[in-house]
């Protein structure tokens, strides 16, 4: 159980950490109910997971609720938003022969894998059934590229179970990578050992610097980026 001692000791790292810019993302931690909360808005995906990470290592085992969301641009009403995560499930090819719906249960009767969709307040909740951690892995990049959306709540379950290591989020690096199209992967290397990925290569801009990192912290299971991409 954590107390104020843990807390005071979250916030003295997020306001050192130069990762996380505290004027920029205002973050909040506080206690509940004997578990620690980290809540407010973050400027991108990378400032976000890196404070799950710091709160995560110092809060004395106890468990950390997440509730900081990404700053949105222009929020999108809540069915514009999962109509918008779906129909980037539906053009992947990755998921053909997979019931894809509104909700968050499968179709009645169906026996196959699915994956449902809903979204509220920005936040895109992701449930079902697949047969990879890669398929898992996908579905949530996609939702994170999806217009509008601030924070994503994955909880679809990969059947029969899966061992996850760092060949299996290699294997999703892989897949977001060929995506992108601002990322050369002839150019561009990654590495994952313990969870923790580094980039190498070069890339023609920072921005495409910055947006190799974030789609790495988009994958579930990255515990941490080391981005030594050179811009040429």
């Not at 580094?198 to 981005?227: D, F, K, M």
Request: with cysteine.
């Amino acid at each position: 159980m954590a107390d104020e001692q843990v807390v005071k000791s979250i916030r003295a790292a997020l306001e050192r950490d130069p990762e996380v810019n505290l004027h920029e993302s205002p973050i909040s931690v506080r206690l509940r109910d004997g578990l620690v909360e980290i809540s407010g808005t973050a400027d991108n995906i990378a400032i976000k997971k890196h404070a799950l990470r710091i709160a995560q290592s110092r809060a004395n085992g106890a468990t950390v609720l997440d509730h900081v969301r990404l700053a949105i641009g222009e929020p999108r009403e809540d069915a514009a938003l999962r109509q918008g995560v779906l129909k980037h499930l539906t053009q992947e090819s990755a998921f053909h022969g997979l019931a894809l719906v509104e909700g968050d249960g499968p179709p009645d009767g169906h026996e196959g894998d699915w994956i449902a969709v809903d979204a509220g307040d920005g936040i895109v909740h992701l449930r079902g059934r697949v047969n990879s951690l890669s398929h898992r892995r996908l579905a949530e990049v996609l939702a994170w590229w999806t217009g509008g959306t601030a924070d994503v709540d994955n909880r679809i379950h990969v059947e029969p179970p899966e061992q996850d290591t760092d060949a299996e989020i290699m294997d999703a690096i892989r897949i977001v990578f060929d995506k992108e199209p601002s990322i050369d992967p002839e150019q561009v290397r990654a590495e994952c050992r313990g969870r923790v990925v580094t980039l190498q290569g070069a890339v023609t801009s920072e921005e495409n610097r910055r947006l190799a990192a974030y789609n790495c912290w988009y994958i579930p299971g990255v515990h941490e980026v080391r981005n030594e991409l050179r811009v040429t």
